[in-house]
C-alpha cells in the first residue's frame, strides 16, 4: 500500500521519476519517496495536505547507514582495530559528508520546503541535505531491503573514504584533541558555548573549550557541533605549535 500519494504541485511526479532516474532506483513505492523529500517547514506550511515529514524515515536511514558503513569498513580494511574503523565510520556519516553524498545525487533540489524555509537558503544548508539524504536511505531500505541500499550507499562511500584516510581527516577535531590530552595530561576537554548571533534560520555559534580551566581554543559555526569541533581545531593547532627556539644570552657585561 503506498504511504503518500505525490500529487503537490511543487513535487510533481515527473520530478519524482527524473529523482529516481539519476539515483539508478525505482521505487515500487514512490510515496516512501514523497515522504522522504518532504521537510517539516512544508508540512507546517501546508495542514491542508494529508501528509508527513521525512523525521521518521530520516531516523530508520541514520541506523541503516552506521550498519552498511559499518560493515563496509569492516569488509575493506581488515588490519584495522576497533578504534580505526569507529574513527572511519563516523567520518562517513558525519553530517558534512552525507550534505555532500546529498549534492551528489541532487536531493537538495528535489527536497519540498516551506516558503520561508526556501527563502533562508535551506536547500544548501546540510543539516536539511543531511536529512533528507538519511531519509532517502531509510526508504530506500522499506522499498528495496538491504541491496537496494548499499547499491546506493557504496558508490557514494568508496573515494571519501579513501580521501579521508590519505588526509587523516578520521580523526575529527574533537576525538584527536581528547585522546591527546586524556594520555598526556589526563584530562578530557569540556566545551561551552559562550555567544550566539544571528536569525534563527541563520545562527552563529563561539565555543571554547577548556583543559581543566583554561580556555585553550576558541571556534565559530553554524551548529554548536561545528563551533565545538572548530574550537577543538584551534587548540590541537595552538598545543602542537613547536615552542620558538630561544637562543643563549650572553652573560651582563660578557665579551
Excluded at 507546517?44 to 552498511?68: I, K, M, S
Excluded at 568508496?158 to 589526563?186: F, N
Excluded at 550566539?196 to 557541533?225: I, N, R
Aim: negative net charge; hydrophobic residues 40%; glycine residues 10%.
Amino acid at each position: 500500500m503506498s504511504h503518500l500519494s505525490p500529487t503537490s504541485n511543487q513535487q510533481p511526479a515527473s520530478d519524482l521519476d527524473s529523482f529516481q532516474q539519476h539515483i539508478g532506483y525505482h521505487f515500487r513505492d514512490p510515496g516512501l519517496l514523497f515522504l522522504a523529500l518532504t521537510h517539516p517547514s512544508y508540512v507546517n506550511e501546508h495542514p491542508e495536505e494529508a501528509t508527513g515529514d521525512n523525521q521518521r524515515l530520516e531516523f530508520l536511514g541514520d541506523a541503516v547507514l552506521d550498519f552498511v558503513a559499518g560493515a563496509w569498513v569492516y569488509r575493506h580494511y581488515p588490519d584495522f582495530d576497533e578504534g580505526r574503523m569507529t574513527r572511519l565510520r563516523a567520518a562517513l556519516v558525519r553530517t558534512e559528508t552525507l550534505a555532500r553524498f546529498a549534492r551528489q545525487v541532487g536531493i537538495g533540489e528535489a527536497l519540498r520546503l516551506g516558503h520561508g524555509e526556501e527563502e533562508a537558503g535551506g536547500r544548501e544548508r546540510d543539516a536539511n541535505l543531511c536529512d533528507a539524504f538519511e531519509a532517502v536511505v531509510g526508504a530506500l531500505y522499506l522499498d528495496g531491503g538491504m541491496a537496494a541500499v548499499t547499491a546506493f550507499v557504496e558508490p557514494l562511500i568508496e573515494p571519501v573514504a579513501e580521501a579521508t584516510l590519505a588526509a587523516e581527516a578520521d580523526w575529527d577535531a574533537k576525538s584527536r584533541l581528547q585522546e591527546w590530552s586524556q594520555a598526556e595530561m589526563g584530562i578530557t576537554p569540556r566545551y561551552r558555548i559562550v555567544a550566539e548571533k544571528g536569525p534563527d534560520h541563520a545562527k552563529t555559534f563561539l565555543a571554547e573549550v577548556l583543559l581543566g580551566k583554561k580556555v585553550v581554543g576558541q571556534g565559530m559555526g553554524h551548529s554548536k557541533q561545528a563551533a565545538e569541533q572548530a574550537a577543538a581545531q584551534a587548540a590541537w593547532k595552538a598545543l602542537m605549535r613547536p615552542e620558538p627556539a630561544v637562543s643563549e644570552a650572553s652573560p651582563p657585561g660578557g665579551s
